[in-house]
């Protein structure tokens, strides 16, 4: 049974990853209290060490970075509780949140007018014995953007099951020469496409190993996951948000999707899984539900 009482807030952070710390600061900052509802450990925390991430030329280990987020929001009033969504509903006077709490037997309320989705993505990750422990030492990596120029020069090894996999193995090409992506699918092709080599594999063949990963009789310094990722938007789904043809959150410029005071920011949105984007979309995010605020406090 849900509670009877609700806390109401200007606004509802539903995650507390990059995107959902950075908007609890702006908000905080805006003198606007806010929830920040932390469904557990961030894809973050699974950076080893991040060298692209603004402001930190000699690199940023996830955990770290998160936990300059967290001191960062909470300095500003940030009122963070640890557990899961459960139901997002929209009414005549805003949104009324469900969710999972550590510290609560039933599921807890909260209302603002205002909700932020930074919900982010879950990898799909390979059923490969110690592959969380190889991401984190960065022998499997899941973000060529983020990291291959720290892979560059090495035998990357491209793991995939699609043409995914096919495109990133070429993008990874600019880093280094020795580029195999191994094609999980049955009805491969055998051969590259002159870019890059092309193996034919199976999840048995591969052996991640403290210094390299090796399939059958071949070394990699590194594997890369091409397996894609599922967005969470499941809340969003719930509000009734709509999505594009890729399946997408469509948002404005302001980062507000197609259901009035529902905004996303962060991995949840795009593709591009950038800590640079995420901040930046979650700042927009919070300024525009600033403003709005603003203007309807102007009415009263």
Known sequence: MISPYADRYDAIVIGAGPA?????????????KALVLDGGPSRASWIPE??????????????????????????????????RARSLVRGADGFVLAFESEDADTPVTARAPFVLLATGVVDRLPALDGVEDAIRA????????????????????????SEHGAREAAFLTTYSPEVTLL???PDAPAEGDGVFARLSA?????????????????VFDCLYLALGFDSQQDLARQ?????????????????????????????VVRGLNQIAVATAE???????????????????
Request: proline letters at 3%; a positive charge.
């Open 20 to 32: 959902g710390l950075t908007a609890a600061t702006y908000l905080g900052r805006f003198h606007r």
């Open 50 to 83: 991040s060298h692209n991430t603004p402001g930190f030329p000699h690199g940023v280990g996830g955990e770290a970075l998160l936990a300059r987020l967290r001191d960062q929001a909470d300095r500003y009033g940030a009122e963070r509780r640890a557990g």
């Open 138 to 161: 960065a022998r499997v990596r899941l973000c060529p953007i983020c990291d291959a120029y720290e892979a560059t020069g090495q035998r990357i090894a491209v793991l995939g099951d």
């Open 183 to 185: 094609d999980l699918r």
């Open 202 to 218: 199976r999840l048995a063949d591969i052996a991640l190993g403290p210094d390299a990963v090796t399939v059958r009789d071949k």
């Open 239 to 267: 509000a009734g948000a709509a999505r594009d043809e890729d399946g997408r959150l469509v948002v404005t410029a302001h980062q507000q999707t197609s259901v009035d005071g529902l905004y996303a920011a962060g991995d």
């Open 282 to 300: 979650a700042a927009i995010a919070a300024t525009d539900i600033h403003n709005r605020l603003r203007r309807a406090e102007a009415k009263l």
